[in-house]
């Protein structure tokens, strides 16, 4: 992922803007993450969707500006390519361009990733 600029991401200028939504997380990351953290960090949407639980609006790996989880082996592969690509698919990862302020106030990253979805990339 070396081809794509920087984000302010560590500290976080945004108070972790991304992490407000919490992550899906695949099924072999919520049993290592239930065997590591215990009950109630991750849980199964209604739609059979495993994902990390956010208290106080915020994910609940959060701490300190920072993901708590960032080092461990099942750190979730969304979390890890986010924002350029998507784990589930290995191709661009397309999400509200919202999410992160940074996408608003730089342009030129926005662009970045549609060409990136126009080339099928």
Not at 36 to 60: F, H, I, P, S
Request: overall charge neutral.
């Amino acid at each position: 992922m070396s081809d794509f600029p920087a984000l302010p991401c560590y500290p976080c200028p945004h108070d972790s803007a991304c992490c407000a939504y919490g992550a899906t997380v695949s099924e072999k990351e919520a049993e290592a993450i239930i065997h590591a953290q215990g009950e109630g960090k991750v849980y199964r949407t209604r739609w059979g969707e495993w994902r990390t639980r956010v208290k106080n609006r915020r994910c609940v790996f959060l701490k300190s500006g920072a993901c708590s989880i960032h080092a461990e082996p099942y750190y979730p592969a969304v979390c890890r390519g986010f924002p350029w690509t998507d784990a589930e698919t290995g191709g661009p990862y397309e999400f509200d361009q919202t999410i992160c302020p940074e996408f608003l106030w730089r342009p030129e990253l926005v662009q970045l990733t549609r060409n990136r979805v126009n080339a099928g990339q």
